[in-house]
Nanobody
């Protein structure tokens, strides 16, 4: 079992930055692929970014490439999402995701989800 707790959400102006954190329980965090998803009001949850457990390969949705950066600190059991140049369309609840398979993360079929943290970008 893996428990995920997100933090770092909030209200920010267009063009601003936020860093989300996701703290994971469990002793095998370094063996999990991790990811971030988001869900805006009235829309389906969508993939934002993913990072593998080995070699740290990263993947991004086209809508956030060049603006968001996913990273992980295995010593702290934490994955981060640095969000820069935020725009109104980034407003959503952001969810942390974990799975033993990176492919599961990329397809949204992962086993574990956090409860989410709200990010609101004011225009």
């Amino acid at each position: 079992q893996v428990q995920l707790v997100e933090s770092g959400g909030g209200l920010v102006q267009t063009g601003g930055s936020l860093r989300l954190s996701c703290a994971a329980s469990g002793r095998t965090f370094s063996r999990y692929a991790m990811g971030w998803f988001r869900q805006a009001p009235g829309k389906q949850r969508e993939f934002v970014a993913g990072i593998g457990w080995s070699f740290g390969f990263t993947y991004y949705a086209d809508s956030v490439k060049g603006r968001f950066t996913i990273s992980r600190d295995n010593a702290k059991n934490t994955v981060y999402l640095q969000m820069n140049s935020l725009i109104f369309e980034d407003t959503a609840v952001y969810y942390c995701a974990a799975d033993g398979s990176l492919q599961a993360i990329l397809s949204g079929a992962n086993d574990y989800w956090g409860r989410g943290t709200q990010v609101t970008v004011s225009s």
